[in-house]
């Protein structure tokens, strides 16, 4: 595993990596420092493609290629202590390194289009500080799909808070021509205004707790499948697991190619 992060990271252009973090703000008295902030930041990447998982794990990853970084320019002084990786991280503006994260992904990932950019929520294992008694962390995540990879982020205080999180989320990402996925937590007026405003196209989950509309998308396919029009196509799809079945109609129209769909 090291090994080949090491191998992904020789062959990328570092000054890419290096045009979208090296802006970061680095909060340190600058005749202090001993350890450039962007040396820092790129042997913690590193280290955490390799499998690290704390502090101590970074700081032993760069003990055993320092030789490797140093013949790349990285780390002259040596190796910081793993308190000290952790306070120069800690310091690091959240909105401002979420920016640069988020504008290199997209330098990484070109979006074709019809694309699908998926978005979900996760809760983020071990976040939950048992000592000061803060409530786990919940990342809204957007994830290319073709290209497995995730392209952008932002945190919120509870799922409940996907529905503000979202919108903001798909604001700094350039998704125009893709088709963007979300569960039924995103079915809102807001989102899917901001999908289109951004010309991209939506698919969204919907469920019966939002009653009104699940009855009017129902009687739709109603009158779509008792319709005699020529000018409709609709499919049936029959889907069978382990745990479940699952019957999907979409209903295309053959003048303007639209569709839509129901579960």
Avoid at 32 to 52: E, N, P, R, S
Avoid at 88 to 96: D, F, H, L, S, T
Avoid at 162 to 187: F, H, N, R, W, Y
Wanted: hydrophobic share 40%; aromatic share 8%; charged share 25%.
């Amino acid at each position: 595993m090291i090994l080949y992060s090491l191998f992904v990271i020789d062959k990328m252009v570092l000054n890419t990596f290096e045009q979208h973090f090296g802006q970061l703000d680095d909060q340190r008295q600058s005749a202090k420092i001993t350890y450039h902030l962007f040396d820092i930041l790129f042997v913690t990447l590193c280290a955490v493609i390799a499998g690290a998982e704390g502090w101590k794990d970074i700081k032993e990853y760069a003990e055993g290629h320092l030789d490797w970084f140093q013949k790349h320019g990285f780390l002259p002084s040596g190796i910081p202590v793993d308190d000290t990786i952790a306070r120069v991280i800690a310091r690091i503006k959240p909105e401002q390194f979420n920016q640069c994260f988020v504008t290199w992904m997209q330098s990484i990932n070109q979006l074709s289009k019809g694309d699908i950019i998926a978005i979900d929520g996760k809760t983020l294992r071990g976040s939950y500080d048992r000592e000061d008694r803060r409530s786990t962390l919940h990342m809204v995540n957007a994830f290319a799909c073709k290209n497995k990879m995730v392209i952008g982020q932002v945190s919120t205080d509870a799922k409940s808070n996907e529905i503000t999180a979202i919108p903001e989320l798909l604001k700094l990402l350039d998704i125009k021509g893709a088709l963007v996925s979300i569960d039924a937590m995103g079915c809102q007026k807001d989102i899917a205004n901001t999908i289109i405003k951004q010309k991209a196209d939506y698919l969204l989950a919907l469920k019966g707790n939002q009653k009104s509309l699940h009855n009017a998308v129902e009687d739709m396919f109603k009158d779509f499948r008792s319709s005699e029009s020529t000018h409709l196509n609709i499919e049936k799809i029959v889907i069978v697991t382990k745990q479940e079945v699952i019957k999907y109609w979409t209903a295309r129209s053959l003048l303007n190619n639209s569709q839509s769909g129901l579960s």
